[in-house]
């Protein structure tokens, strides 16, 4: 599997639903911390993964501090649009985690702060944009992580 993608309390059940696609397509592993901001069982994330959802490869965490215990040591990577340094200059590995925010607010500060070094940014060219959608955003990462792999 090229890619572990984690989604930090996804609110939206589209996105989440995209994202599993993109993972099935992608060969990745799906992570999603909880809280969530809908049912796993919402018609919209399973309209949006379509019948993929049973072959996804997903594991559920109770928690932020969950999901750290567990994947403890692992090669990780933080998305943000507070990131000083590009998507495209993550050291990508087979296996790695690349870890995204929630679609309100993104990654929890304390977060940021912590992996200032392990931070990357998809680049804006507008000041009218604040942010990608979150599944946008995950696909632009995969897939530029997929071509350096290759």
Do not use: C
């Not at 589209?14 to 993109?22: A, E, K, Q």
């Amino acid at each position: 599997m090229p890619f572990n993608i984690v989604l930090v309390e996804p609110e939206i059940p589209n996105n989440t639903g995209n994202i599993g696609r993109l993972a099935l397509a992608s060969g990745s592993n799906l992570h999603l911390v909880k809280p969530f901001g809908f049912e796993i069982d919402d018609t919209r994330l399973k309209r949006a993964g379509l019948d993929y959802w049973q072959h996804l490869q997903v594991t559920y965490y109770t928690s932020i501090d969950d999901f750290f215990r567990i994947n403890q040591g692992k090669k990780m990577a933080f998305l943000s649009s507070h990131g000083t340094k590009n998507h495209w200059d993550i050291p990508f590995e087979n296996d790695m985690f690349l870890i995204f925010g929630k679609e309100s607010v993104g990654l929890p500060k304390s977060l940021i702060s912590a992996q200032k070094e392990n931070l990357f940014k998809i680049p804006l060219y507008s000041n009218h944009v604040r942010s990608l959608n979150l599944s946008n955003a995950v696909s632009i990462v995969v897939y530029e992580g997929t071509r350096h792999l290759i």
